[in-house]
């Protein structure tokens, strides 16, 4: 960036994404299974004392799912189901069992797919009397309370949680091992609690071309608000497209009128993307590849904004405020790490947003994202590299302080 003003921007970006890893929403890591579980197919559970949270299901009579880790003799693992409060669950309870060695057995009849090699067997049952249900603030789901037990491992050695309806019932459970908070989990978990919250056969509303359509206009006029245009003359009196490179976005707006135009300017830029992308998907329950051109609206809004006869902004505020909708404080996370370590070593604008909005891509692809958020960075890419492009004709400026270290002379 060009100026102390952009650095503490791209400062409040990264905040903004680091502030709100603080929800207890993400208590746990949470996952989905998605392609089913089984005896011969396992979840491998990489460290049982790591709270992980995954969202199953229970899809025929012959379902058994199986879930594996690695235990050390005396360590204790957190093991729970809990059932979301979905119609038709009401009395949806499942079997649950703990396989490994060193265990007593204790006389369970296991489904006939599960093998046993020498290891024993212990039941954990669901308590006596109802349920206790409890309401997840942040998701706005409730569930109801199973089993839930602390076992403490007798031996070292591979472990199997096995999950099964000893009746055959459907339905679906959230298997929970361990208590140690850490952050990770699904990107894209939010997204997918809306389809995974119907009765098991029942597939989620349909989205019409309507709604989409609103939603994708909707999007489009947040994003054209010309906010920091607006803000620099209402507080610095002065239009920011005379200053710097005359881009109409937040950093102007800061070398204009200081905090008091920037922050704002920052901040709704921000909003303007993550407001009705967040509202798409986790109020609406949009998913799949609706969900794309809604995500982008935006980011063409501001680009392309109408109100500045097309002459929009380099989208870099609203490309976080996009990616929370999608990702929470994941993709803006990554983006404003990314784009803090390029600031740190580049004077080129252009360069620096490129090298951030790279290293989202290979989060995405490190994580395995769905195709939908591979698609909604493709076209963010492409938008991001259209407004930068006379920035990108020249190559990147190296820090002073990375000249010196390097024995360089300045470049000019």
Request: proline content about 8%.
């Amino acid at each position: 960036m060009r100026s102390d003003g952009c650095r503490v921007l791209t400062a409040i970006l990264l905040s903004i994404g680091l502030a709100l890893t603080s929800s207890r929403a993400w208590a746990h890591q949470p996952f989905f299974e998605e392609t089913d579980t089984s005896p011969d197919r396992p979840w491998p559970i990489s460290d049982p004392s790591v709270s992980t949270a995954v969202y199953a299901t229970l899809e025929s009579a012959t379902d058994v799912d199986v879930f594996t880790f690695e235990g050390m003799r005396d360590q204790t693992v957190y093991l729970s189901l809990v059932i979301p409060q979905i119609p038709g669950q009401e009395n949806f309870v499942r079997a649950m069992a703990l396989i490994g060695p060193g265990l007593s057995g204790d006389g369970t009849v296991l489904p006939a797919a599960v093998r046993i090699c020498g290891e024993g067997v212990e039941m954990i049952p669901p308590p006596e009397g109802p349920p206790s249900t409890f309401f997840e603030l942040f998701t706005r789901t409730s569930y109801w309370e199973r089993q839930k037990r602390s076992v403490t491992l007798p031996a070292d050695g591979s472990y199997r949680v096995v999950v099964w309806h000893p009746q055959g019932e459907v339905g679906r459970y959230v298997f929970v091992i361990g208590q140690k908070e850490r952050l990770g989990g699904d990107p894209a978990f939010m997204a997918k609690l809306r389809p995974y919250w119907t009765p098991v056969g029942r597939p989620p509303s349909g989205l019409t071309l309507e709604i989409m359509l609103f939603w994708a206009v909707l999007g489009f006029c947040s994003g054209s608000l010309p906010f920091s245009v607006w803000l620099g003359r209402l507080v610095a009196r002065a239009d920011i497209r005379r200053y710097a490179d005359g881009n109409p976005g937040a950093a102007n707006a800061w070398r204009a009128g200081g905090w008091r135009a920037g922050l704002p300017a920052l901040l709704l830029d921000y909003l303007k993307g993550a407001a009705p992308v967040a509202l798409a998907r986790f109020g609406a329950g949009i998913d799949g590849w609706p969900l794309v051109p809604i995500a982008l609206a935006p980011v063409l809004g501001h680009a392309f904004s109408p109100f500045l006869r097309f002459r929009g902004g380099k989208a870099l505020a609203v490309t976080f405020g996009i990616w929370s909708g999608l990702t929470l404080w994941t993709g803006p996370t990554v983006l404003g790490l990314a784009l803090t370590l390029a600031v740190a070593l580049n004077r080129t604008d252009g360069w620096s947003a490129l090298f951030g909005l790279f290293a989202l891509g290979a989060y995405l692809l490190f994580s395995r994202a769905s195709p939908t958020l591979l698609a909604v960075w493709l076209g963010n890419l492409a938008v991001v590299l259209w407004k930068q492009r006379h920035d990108l004709r020249t190559p990147p400026r190296p820090r002073s302080w990375l000249r010196k270290l390097l024995g360089r002379r300045e470049l000019r």
